[in-house]
Every structure is written in structure tokens, then in C-alpha cells.
């Protein structure tokens, strides 16, 4: 029983502790793979969606072989078929991802269209983005509970602060390379900026400066620039 458990919760690791904050942080800084994250992020989700099935069937499985087999009576058990439910949806969901749908507009990307507000791609993709964060919430607290009703089971010493260790060090990471990307961005932007004011000096200075001709009594404008004439 006990290694049927620790099966279980290898599985929902696995699943929530890996596979998922790696979709995640693959779609989160996509910029950096734009052409292969959207398949790597696929790839991870179905990955934590197949890990997810299996660590549910062995946690029934072995629950059911118990002396008193009390299915669904904690937290822990409601969140772990919560999880299952949603990651379900949330797989076939990404797959029938509504189109991009686009309108003529005057200031949209350069090529005389943007997307139109509210559009069921819009609104899929808000409800994707809500639904995979509250999912990846869920699944860190199912992890740490796990741990919790594992180690006091079976009376083990409890590995949960070493999880959470694992999530701060993970989430300083995340938050680390986010302003790296940001301040490489702001360095970006500041470097285009200089090249464009650069060229209008540039584009500037190659116009000829006019001043008045004195020479003359109606004041004529004429320009600095001598010109020999070539015989």
C-alpha cells in the first residue's frame, strides 16, 4: 500500500511539479522559442494531463484495497478529481482553440488589420490562461497536502518544506529571467530610439542653410553653399 502511494504522488510531482509550471513558463516566455513553443507547450500539458489520469486510477486503486476504503472524505481527494476534471477540459480545449478571426482597421499591425475585440479566440484565450493558473495553484497545493496525509500515514518524515523550497526557488527563477527579458527589452527600445534620432540629425544636416543675400534690395534667400559653376 505504502508503495502504491508513493507511486501516486511521484506521478502527481511529475505531473504538477514539472510537467506544468513547464507549460507554463514555455507559453509565459514564448519570445524566446517563438516558432516551437506552442509544441512544446502542447506536449507538457498532454504529458501532465497523462500523468494526472494515471496518478488518480492507482490512488482509487490502492484506496480501494484498504480495510475501510473511504473514497472522496478530504480535501485532497475532492482538489486530485477537481484537477483531473479540468485538465480534461482544458487539454481538449487547446485543441479546438477557436480561429483567429481579424477586421480592416487603420492603426492595427502595420498590415491594416486587428483582432476583433471580444472574439471567441479572445475570450478562449482568456479563460485558457485563468484556468491553467488556477490549475497549476491547485496542483501545488495537491502536491503539498499529499506529502502531508503520506508522511502521516505511514509515519515518515515529511519532504513538504523541501517542496516548497523547490516552488521559491522556481519562482525566483521565473521572476529573475522575466526582468532580464524586460530590461534586455528596455535596452532594446533605447538603442532603436538613439538610431532614429541619429538618422533625423543625419537626414538634417544634408539640407542646405539658407541666409539673407544682402547684396540685393529686395532681400532675397539664399543659400550658403557656393556652387563653381564648370565650364
Known sequence: ?????????MLAVLAWGVATPFAVTVAWFRTLVPSSWIYIHVFANVLSFFFTVVAVIVAITA??????????????????ITLMVLMTFQVFSGFSRPPVEKKVGH?????????????KRQVWYFLHRVSGVSMLAMGIYQISSGLSLYAEDFTVTSIEPWFWLYVG??????????VWIMMEEHKARQ????????????????VPSY?????HDDLMLAPTAQFVPTK
Open 191 to 206: 538603442n532603436v530610439g538613439m538610431l532614429s534620432s541619429d538618422h533625423m540629425m543625419d537626414q538634417a544636416s544634408e
Open 63 to 80: 484506496k480501494s484495497k484498504q480495510a475501510d476504503p473511504a473514497h472522496f472524505t478530504k480535501p485532497h481527494h475532492i482538489v486530485g
Open 107 to 119: 492603426y492595427a499591425d502595420g498590415h491594416g488589420q486587428e483582432l476583433c475585440p471580444r472574439s
Open 1 to 9: 500500500k505504502q508503495g502504491s502511494f508513493a507511486a501516486h504522488g
Open 169 to 178: 526557488l522556481f519562482a525566483f527563477f521565473l521572476i529573475s529571467l522575466k
Open 211 to 215: 541666409e539673407i543675400d544682402r547684396d
